[in-house]
């Protein structure tokens, strides 16, 4: 499944994945059983959703539908992504369903986590809609966690993709997520239990805390964040890719007063070339 969590490694990369999807889209041959894009990237984003560090990894790339109809990876809507179906596609508009899943969140990962002991994947259960005028687009989508704590987020946004040159194209893309009180706790909150493992660390004389970080948070349901992208993509050959992409994102208030996020604007940026079949 793919990590869907939007500061994480591929869901930053929603901007990519609509790139590739199109990219597949134009090569793969009419009426093959299968078609999609494979390859590989390198991106450097924030440790975790309000992390104030950040860090590089490896990205692998990998697009496959089955029929037109099924898919493993991102989506042409470039919303969504990991196991799923189409429900409708057309030529403007697309409905797709699928699971998704995000990754664990260790305490490792940043000073601010200390004390919040590690956070497990989740499991989403997803569906979204996108429709193409031309050269603009306009999507949304809802996700519902499938466990008892993740709870469930909406994300809509609006892009635009153009050729540029004979070998060249670029896209843009704005958007936000909003989100219940479930979900921001599920990312933002700490529980009194934690609050008092934090606190103790903190009497200790632990240098990755400071004394507000033992209070307890528990945030309320609203907007979650806003972002925008941007990629350009060359093609090398008929069939091979190279993209550059960038991702700013701020995430909301209610987000930002956590003690766990030390700084609201996050940025994720990266290459990778990709194999369209």
């Known amino acids: 499944m793919r990590t869907h969590s939007l500061p994480l490694a591929a869901l930053t990369l929603a901007s990519l994945g609509a790139s590739l999807t199109a990219t597949r889209a134009a090569e793969a041959q009419e009426g093959s059983t299968w078609s999609g894009v494979v390859g590989v990237g390198v991106a450097t984003m924030p440790r975790y959703a309000g992390s104030d560090e950040s860090r590089v990894r490896p990205m692998p790339v990998l697009q496959l539908e089955y029929k037109g109809r099924v898919f493993l990876g991102g989506s042409q809507s470039g919303v969504g992504g990991g196991l799923g179906a189409y429900v409708v596609r057309g030529e403007s508009f697309v409905w797709q369903v699928s699971v998704d899943g995000s990754e664990a969140r260790p305490e490792s990962r940043g000073d601010a986590l200390a004390g919040m002991g590690k956070r497990s994947g989740a499991t989403f259960g ?73 606190r103790g660390l903190i009497a200790a004389g632990d240098p990755r805390l400071k004394g507000a970080d033992g209070r307890a948070y528990s945030p309320g349901s609203g907007l979650k964040e806003m972002h925008a992208s941007a990629s350009l993509a060359y093609a090398t050959t008929a069939r091979t890719r190279v993209i550059a992409f960038a991702r700013g994102s701020r995430l909301s208030d209610e987000a930002g007063r956590s003690p766990l996020v030390r700084e609201r604007n996050g940025v994720t940026s990266g290459v990778a070339m990709a194999y369209g079949f």
Request: aromatic share 8%; net charge neutral; charged share 20%.
């Open 126 to 198: 997803s569906t979204a809609v996108s429709y193409r005028l031309g050269f603009v687009s306009a999507n949304a989508g809802v996700s519902v966690g499938l466990g008892d704590d993740q709870g469930s987020y909406g994300t809509l946004g609006v892009g635009a993709r153009r050729q540029l040159a004979s070998r060249w194209v670029g896209e843009l893309s704005t958007g936000a997520t909003i989100a219940d009180d479930k979900h921001m706790r599920y990312e933002f909150g700490i529980t009194s239990e934690q609050s008092a493992t934090r």
